[in-house]
């Protein structure tokens, strides 16, 4: 029997910018795909273009969940889903919302991350402003069909009915895979839910308080290696 597994990338096989990445662990995570130990795909808040260069690398088979659930992207075919509960009035606006945030944070160093299709990151500097970003984007973009939230990496714009579990009943639909026989791995607060929706939940040690008290598996290691633990665990029946 074919185990699927759901990953989150940052945290869990992506580290922070400056830091280098686990080649050796990436490795062993791609092994788990190409030997069909596992079948292997991602949910992040990362665009498709990011997602589809790592799923390459991983040997990724499956639809991914790319920018908090809003798009269903196969790294093979290059198919590309948007949700049918992104609301078009949040897309007519996304042109007129991108340009605010822009105009928002001119002169500064904060930053509107680009590639992104449907969600829009603005990320400070400094991870320790994120609180006041928070607030002073949520009065910017007042009374629009959005709500926001912080990643822990960046202050997120999201139309209303996004979300990472909606994402993941919408992946289970298109690939014909019952949501309890997913196992979701997730590192922080913004996949809290996906990690309560799947059928089973395991975390690397580097997660946030929160995910720990909702798992049934921390690994002791954290990061890509934690994964890697973690997958040992599942294709072992040990999960």
Request: proline share 7%; charged share 25%.
């Given at each position: 029997?074919?185990?699927?597994?759901?990953?989150?990338?940052?945290?869990?096989?992506?580290?922070?910018?400056?830091a280098?990445?686990?080649?050796?662990?990436?490795?062993?995570?791609a092994e788990?795909?190409?030997?069909?130990?596992?079948?292997?795909?991602?949910?992040?808040?990362?665009?498709?273009?990011?997602?589809?260069?790592?799923?390459?690398?991983?040997?990724?088979?499956?639809?991914?969940?790319?920018?908090?659930?809003?798009?269903?992207?196969?790294?093979?075919?290059?198919?590309?889903?948007?949700?049918?509960?992104?609301?078009?009035?949040?897309?007519?606006?996304?042109?007129?919302?991108?340009?605010?945030?822009?105009?928002?944070?001119?002169?500064?160093?904060?930053?509107?991350?680009?590639?992104?299709?449907?969600?829009?990151?603005?990320?400070?500097?400094?991870?320790?402003?994120?609180?006041?970003?928070?607030?002073?984007?949520?009065?910017?973009?007042?009374?629009?069909?959005?709500?926001?939230?912080?990643?822990?990496?960046?202050?997120?714009?999201?139309?209303?009915?996004?979300?990472?579990?909606?994402?993941?009943?919408?992946?289970?639909?298109?690939?014909?895979?019952?949501?309890?026989?997913?196992?979701?791995?997730?590192?922080?607060?913004?996949?809290?839910?996906?990690?309560?929706?799947?059928?089973?939940?395991?975390?690397?040690?580097?997660?946030?308080?929160?995910?720990?008290?909702?798992v049934?598996?921390?690994?002791?290691?954290?990061?890509?290696?934690?994964?890697?633990?973690?997958?040992?665990?599942?294709?072992?029946?040990?999960l």
């Amino acid at each position: 029997m074919v185990r699927h597994v759901i990953c989150d990338i940052d945290g869990c096989l992506v580290p922070p910018r400056g830091a280098m990445w686990d080649f050796s662990n990436l490795q062993k995570v791609a092994e788990f795909n190409r030997d069909g130990m596992l079948r292997i795909a991602f949910c992040s808040g990362r665009p498709p273009a990011f997602q589809e260069a790592l799923a390459r690398q991983l040997l990724v088979a499956s639809y991914c969940i790319c920018e908090n659930g809003a798009l269903l992207m196969h790294p093979l075919t290059k198919d590309l889903i948007l949700h049918p509960d992104v609301p078009k009035e949040f897309l007519r606006k996304r042109p007129e919302i991108l340009a605010t945030l822009h105009e928002m944070v001119e002169g500064t160093d904060i930053v509107v991350e680009f590639g992104k299709e449907v969600l829009i990151s603005v990320n400070p500097p400094d991870k320790k402003d994120l609180p006041d970003l928070v607030e002073a984007v949520g009065k910017t973009l007042e009374g629009l069909p959005i709500q926001i939230f912080n990643s822990g990496r960046s202050v997120e714009v999201v139309p209303h009915g996004v979300t990472k579990d909606a994402g993941l009943a919408l992946w289970a639909e298109i690939e014909k895979v019952p949501v309890e026989e997913v196992t979701s791995i997730g590192d922080a607060d913004n996949d809290l839910d996906i990690l309560k929706a799947a059928g089973k939940a395991a975390a690397p040690a580097n997660c946030t308080p929160a995910v720990r008290s909702i798992v049934g598996y921390v690994s002791e290691y954290p990061m890509v290696a934690g994964v890697v633990d973690i997958l040992s665990k599942i294709h072992q029946g040990a999960l």
